[in-house]
């Protein structure tokens, strides 16, 4: 193949930019309309069809997201596919999704609890590479004492959890 002009580059990037924009409207209005299908038919194959035409590259997890949280849509990592997953209540509502762009969906991160201890031991272990990397190349490290006080309150925490190896306030 030989070197392209520039001009023809030029005509060749932009092609491909208006194909990507083309390409992102289409996904959204086949997604809004997988949604749609799942809400009021109880049909998630076309979903499950827009997934697997994705090529390669695109935001498949931002879809996923899209349509779990907009549907009656659960994919199955295992499976690698959609299952249906009845959602009561919920409402097609073509304008409001329209205006929801599929590839900015995030997966939330849901937390049902919040260890304070495992919290702490991961903060001391940044802490103690801090310190490995302060001796081996003497970057300078600011309040150096309050990681000793923590130090000290992490042991009196484990001597109190902790009495004749039996665990308390488990």
Known sequence: MALMS???LKSKIAGIAKSAVELESDIQ???VNAIGYSIEHGDITFGQKLFDALPKGIRRQSLITYLEKHGQFAYS???KKFLFYKVEGIEFDETKLL???????????????????EMFNALMKRLDSA?????ESGIKIKN???YDFLGEARDRFNAV???DNTEVNA
């Open 29 to 31: 209005i086949a997604a």
């Open 99 to 117: 205006a929801t762009p599929w590839s900015s969906a995030k997966k939330e991160n849901l937390v049902s609890e919040y260890d304070v201890e």
């Open 77 to 79: 990592a295992q499976d």
């Open 131 to 135: 310190f490995k990397k302060h001796s």
């Open 6 to 8: 520039s001009n023809e």
């Open 161 to 163: 959890k902790f009495v």
């Open 144 to 146: 150096a004492e309050l």
